[in-house]
């Protein structure tokens, strides 16, 4: 098996163009930044939410803490993976008591990792709203989750994978669609 | 990197970066101890069995809080109420816990050794809680984990121990586990506890010293581990209890001979008075509080990471999340 690349989704200026849009959005549907705070969900949300945050500081002169959450130890799937998964830390140097947090990732797909997210929340406190924003909703949900804030919407296959790379952990800056081929 | 750890039966196999791993998977579990909700259901529907041979309360109620924590339930066996008062065999009696189908076994024996023995007789990981005067491999670990969170690295360092180390199996494991990262060691006591093998220790060219003036031992150290001292082994050769006190018992004045920054850990029971004052115990270079606290975290990583994973069961077909 092996994996082949079918198509771009974005460039690296398009994701620049989109983190800004959704930090205006995230702002805007927030009536401002008082009480916000952001959680990026390791790996890729990190820099995403670190990149909203700075966008928000353009727009609104306010730095909004971000967090970073480790959601490993609250998957669902732990028997049925073969490789052992590596932890990572968790930082959240903040309070989440009655703060109104916004969860960030890279994908929206099954719904399960955004469901072990706020399980690992709860564990810290009780938020006083928690909204999803995503760079790509792909669709075929398993839970019932949805985004509020969305970068874009994409028709996928079961066999395709999304493959957002970044900067930060990936050394290059593109969106790609790649498929499986037995 | 990922490593696989099939059992942990003492520090002595492991490489340094097998160590590192451990500590590193060790800070996540630091961090639920600070949660205001501290239980997880990681393990959950998994089975940890506690076969206790010999007495332990601390290392047990650890071991079974760390289980508890991540979800998982625990079978409990002890020593004052097992069959082995009947003359069950240590392998009959692990036979018939393993029939209970647990995930994994963590065993304390006062026979060295009787861990391997389990492991090579039972299908399942076997974690050593300690065993005869052999290892006790997790104490190292959160005396590792407990020294690395203060100094910021553990390569190099003055290893000062303190009391009865012919008998201590976490001297043993502390000094398999920091010979790797380059540290000296200063053992001290009296003579009858400080035999010419305890040289051999460690890998070849670990420098260990023997000294019986405790002003001697801790000049320069970075690191005091104060052992327990078992009363019950202090008549055999005739050392009163109070010439050991006199001699041995570290000091405030003692402890002012070591660097300024020195760390004074201590594996308890810890016993005011005979081998610690008061006064050190309590005393800002103290660390024994915080051995305790990554005892848990240590023991929930390795239960983590023999029991997390169904390692035999192919992954499934398309599991997104996650994908990291």
Known sequence: ?182 | MSHRFGHMLGIEPLTAEEIVFLLDQSKPFQEIQRHPLKKLATLRGKTVALAFFEPSTRTRISFATAASRLGADQMNLQAESSSLKKGESLLDTVRTLDAMKPDCIVIRHSSSGAPDFVARHLPLPVINAGDGTHEHPTQALLDALTIRDRRGTLEGLNVTILGDILHSRVARSNIHLLAKFGCRFTLCGPAMWLPRELECLGPPGTSIRRVTRIAEALEGADVILTLRVQQERLHEPALPLDEYILQYQLTPERLRLARPDALVLHPGPMVRGLEIDPAVADGPQSCVLEQVTNGLAVRMALLFLMTGSGADTPPEKDSSHAAD
Not at chain 1, 169 to 181: M, Q
């Open chain 1, 1 to 182: 098996m092996h994996i082949v690349e079918k198509s771009q989704l974005m460039t690296a200026t398009e994701i620049d163009r989109t983190v800004q849009r959704l930090a205006h959005e995230i702002v805007e549907k927030s009536g401002g930044t008082a009480n916000l705070a952001l959680i990026g969900v390791r790996r890729r949300g990190v820099p995403l939410a670190n990149r909203i945050a700075l966008a928000m500081r353009g727009i609104d002169g306010v730095d909004v803490p971000v967090g970073t959450l480790d959601i490993t130890l609250y998957r669902d799937d732990l028997s049925k993976v073969a490789a052992q998964p590596i932890l990572q830390s968790s930082e959240i140097p903040f309070p989440v008591d009655d703060k109104d947090l916004v969860l960030v990732d890279d994908v929206l797909y099954t719904g399960r990792t955004i469901r072990a997210a706020m399980n690992g929340l709860f564990d810290l406190g009780r938020p006083k709203r928690v909204r999803l924003c995503v760079l790509i909703d792909r669709g075929h949900r398993e839970l019932p989750v949805e985004a509020t804030f969305i970068g874009r919407s994409v028709q996928t296959s079961d066999a395709e994978i999304i493959e957002v790379r970044l900067n930060e952990i990936d050394r290059e800056e593109r969106v790609v669609l790649v498929e499986r081929v037995s």
